[in-house]
Every structure is written in C-alpha cells, then in structure tokens.
C-alpha cells in the first residue's frame, strides 16, 4: 500500500471533517461580513428595557357551601 494511501485510511475522518469545518466557518465569516446583510445605523430600532410586572393576587374564595347531614344518624350513636 502506497503511503498516500495508507494516510489517507489512517486520517480520513480528521481530513474530511477537518475541512469541512474550516469550510463551515469560511462561509459563516463570509456571511457575516457581506452588506447586504446589515443595518443601517437610521433602521436600528432599540429594544426597549425589561419590563416586570406584577399582577395582583385574585381576592379569595368564597367559603364553600356546608353540606346537608343526610347520615348524621351513625354521627349521634
């Protein structure tokens, strides 16, 4: 087996994914700097602050019904 040959068998995941990588953030760069992509410093709106609000407790509940005693007779024994 030729030495290219055995280099590439031995290093082929780094070789494919190592360039792959490079060409992934090449293009990411690239993307990034072209512009047509960015604003304008007048079309830059602020986002506004954080805004925390609270919302008030719901009043309680009215107090439930009592329930008629149908069964008090084995209560009394």
């Known amino acids: 087996m030729s030495k290219l040959r055995s280099f590439w068998h031995n290093y082929k995941v780094l070789i494919v994914m190592g360039s792959g990588l490079g060409m992934v953030h090449w293009g990411w760069y690239s993307i990034k700097s072209n512009p047509l992509l960015k604003k304008s410093r007048e ?19 009215p107090p439930l019904p009592e329930k008629s005693r149908k069964r008090g007779t084995k209560d009394k024994e």
């Open 43 to 61: 079309e830059f709106i602020p986002e506004p602050g954080i805004v925390s609000y609270i919302t008030p407790s719901p009043p309680p509940l």
